[in-house]
């Protein structure tokens, strides 16, 4: 690694004195400012073009990734290396994937985001790169255990504590920044008020705009708290009400203006109240907001229209993957980048062909379709964020650092705690639970960790509740169990005084519906764990005892059998309302609903 006159020496002097975060003068921002200029100045126009992009790469090593990554990289990007390709693109940032596998564990994912500063500062010109991943927490986590994982959004809505949204924004921050990852692609501002949204759900705080904004704000508050680490709110101008996934399809919002300024609006304008350091566009079509049939990406009504314009904000845009289908329905992969800077983005996120994207936003310049002026607003956009997250002064990390930072003992513990303010309990009938210790067969679905823990979720309930003193099995019965499968899981149940059931997305016509039905006709006291969504409990209707955890990771299920086990009270309150199985339009649960144990 370079020391720090090397790098100050690649940057061309031109940033020695940046701040490095926290508060400055008018004095220093105005220097700081024409220093930045400066380095633009400076730049060669494909420079400039590659500052744009942040780009996936595969392997856990800059410079020496497994081979199978090294075909993977030759055959989508034309480089071997992340090192080939910031030499080849001069790209301004890198996101981190687990399949890319760019996440290992923590002390690998430092030494590969060092391989990558490196890179970048001892070209010419060189800059250092802002490192990026989508760390949400919950079902959606690229940096697995040992590192701390806390419960994800809607868990954390239903707990209704904005200082544990700034809890879980401080320590995921710290640990975050130990690691060298600078821009994290959370909070979900997202108001999930359709139960049918196969993409957003859990991720989002909950259905009330109030109260997402309030944990949206907190949650910014704590990764400024951090120090370092660039929160992003997601996705603008709101994913929330779709039954389609913009990654397979083309979402059409159809709410009024109104309605978008009073269901949608408020969690980005708390976003951007906040001080807010990046917000992700949503490739969504809102007719309301924009009638041209373009995705909000492409949407320079709303993007620098509403965003910029009407609410003040001047912070850097990325948009949402590129390869996402919802971007690429309407326009071709050379078209699409080129028309996002012209409605006003400044990150390009993960491009499918990035030398088509490139060589496209390359040659708008050259046309004049794009003026090299307008790609200098975007620089400057990310350089200011470079430099507030102190990147032009200290570009790495250290190992020291992430021992030191990364899944420690206190971090872990404030995870468990926040986790156990989040389970919520929906049925009780005859005071089932809490239960007292005895023989438990843990049954249910065993979706893949979504997050690097150590699932199945029938296995981690098992190994908790035999923590807790009780005896339990553990039986997977998946997300679509078959007769023999129920009948296994049945006969089990004959030798055990409880059975424990994980549903995950529970149907009308679903399997585990009629492994819950079967298993609550043996007459064995039957508590069953939505581990996603909480709606399964509008079709379970005869199950005596029912919690939602909002996930399947692991601290989210061993809070759920504390409180399952009298550990712990269940503290959380749907955030979501529960509409009933046989009449949607009716409520069968609303929001703030939740049962307590008797005091």
Same mark, same amino acid.
């Given at each position: 690694m370079p020391s720090r006159r090397t790098v100050l020496a690649a940057t061309a002097g031109a940033a020695t004195?940046?701040?490095?975060?926290?508060?400055?003068?008018?004095?220093?921002?105005?220097?700081?400012?024409?220093?930045?200029?400066?380095?633009?100045?400076?730049?060669?126009?494909?420079?400039?073009v590659g500052q744009l992009f942040v780009m996936r790469v595969y392997g856990h090593s800059a410079t020496a990734p497994d081979q199978a990554d090294i075909d993977?990289?030759?055959?989508?990007?034309?480089?071997?290396?992340?090192?080939?390709?910031?030499e080849k693109y001069r790209v301004g940032g890198v996101i981190y994937f687990t399949w890319a596998h760019n996440t290992?564990?923590?002390?690998?994912?430092?030494?590969l985001?060092?391989?990558?500063?490196?890179?970048?500062?001892?070209?010419?010109?060189?800059?250092?790169?802002?490192?990026?991943?989508?760390?949400?927490?919950?079902?959606?986590?690229?940096? $697995?255990? /040992? &590192? +701390? @994982?806390?419960?994800?959004?809607?868990?954390?809505?239903?707990?209704?504590?904005?200082?544990?949204?700034?809890?879980?924004?401080?320590?995921?921050?710290r640990e975050l920044r130990a690691v060298g990852i600078r821009q994290n692609y959370s909070p979900v501002a997202d108001v999930n008020v359709n139960p049918a949204n196969p993409v957003i759900g859990v991720r989002s705080f909950g259905a009330a705009p109030g109260a997402v904004a309030r944990m949206v704000a907190a949650e910014v508050a704590g990764y400024q708290r951090s120090r370092q680490v660039a929160a992003t709110a997601k996705h603008f101008p709101g994913h929330g009400d779709t039954?389609?996934?913009?990654?397979?399809?083309?979402?059409?919002?159809?709410?009024?203006?109104?309605q978008w300024e009073k269901l949608d609006a408020p969690p980005f304008r708390a976003a951007i109240a906040a001080g807010i350091d990046s917000i992700m566009t949503a490739h969504i079509m809102v007719p309301?907001?924009?009638?041209? $049939?373009? /995705? &909000? +990406? @492409?949407?320079?009504?709303?993007?620098q229209g509403i965003l910029r314009e009407e609410l003040g904000y001047d912070g850097v845009v990325v948009t949402d993957s590129l390869g996402m289908e919802g971007v690429r329905t309407k326009y071709g992969d050379d078209r699409v980048p080129v028309l996002a800077l012209k409605a006003g983005v400044d990150q390009l996120l993960n491009p499918p062909n990035l030398a088509v994207a490139w060589n496209a936003v390359l040659k708008a310049v050259q046309d004049g379709e794009l003026t090299e002026a307008r790609l200098d607003e975007s620089i400057l956009r990310v350089l200011r964020l470079k430099s507030k997250l102190g990147l032009f002064k200290e570009p790495y990390v250290t190992q020291a650092g992430v021992t030191r930072t990364v899944g420690i003992p206190s971090h872990l513990a404030a995870a468990d705690r926040v986790a156990e303010r989040t389970t919520t309990l929906l049925v009780n009938k005859g005071g089932l639970l809490p239960l007292s210790k005895g023989r438990l067969l843990v049954v249910g679905a065993d979706p893949a960790s979504p997050s690097g823990t150590t699932g199945p979720p029938t296995g981690v309930l098992a190994a908790a509740f035999n923590e807790l003193g009780f005896t339990a099995t553990a039986l997977s019965t998946g997300t679509a169990p078959s007769a023999a499968t129920i009948a296994k899981a049945v006969a089990a149940a004959a030798d055990v005084d409880a059975v424990v059931v994980g549903t995950y997305n529970?149907?009308?016509?679903?399997?585990?519906?009629?492994?819950?039905?079967?298993l609550v006709a043996t007459g064995k006291p039957v508590i069953a764990i939505a581990i996603r969504n909480p709606y399964d409990v509008a079709h379970l209707p005869t199950v005596p005892a029912h919690l939602a955890s909002y996930a399947w990771t692991d601290v989210e299920l061993r809070a759920a059998a504390r409180v399952i086990a009298g550990r712990a009270a269940p503290r959380g309150k749907l955030p979501v309302p529960v509409?009933?199985?046989?009449?949607?339009?009716?409520?069968?649960?609303?929001?703030?609903?939740g049962l307590s144990y008797p005091t």
């Open positions: 004195s940046l701040a490095v975060g926290g508060a400055a003068s008018a004095d220093d921002k105005k220097r700081d400012e024409h220093k930045l200029r400066s380095l633009v100045s400076r730049m060669t126009l494909e420079e400039k993977a990289n030759l055959k989508e990007i034309g480089v071997r290396t992340a090192a080939e390709l910031i290992r564990d923590p002390h690998q994912i430092a030494d985001s060092n391989g990558i500063q490196q890179a970048s500062l001892t070209l010419p010109r060189g800059l250092p790169v802002l490192i990026s991943t989508d760390q949400e927490h919950g079902i959606v986590c690229r940096v $697995g255990e /040992p &590192a +701390t @994982l806390f419960p994800g959004a809607m868990a954390i809505g239903a707990g209704r504590s904005p200082k544990d949204a700034h809890t879980l924004g401080r320590i995921a921050g039954a389609v996934d913009s990654h397979y399809g083309f979402p059409v919002i159809t709410h009024t203006r109104a309301a907001l924009d009638d041209s $049939g373009d /995705p &909000a +990406t @492409l949407s320079r009504p709303i993007l529970v149907s009308a016509t679903s399997g585990q519906k009629t492994l819950v039905e079967q509409q009933r199985a046989d009449d949607p339009a009716a409520v069968l649960y609303p929001i703030g609903y």
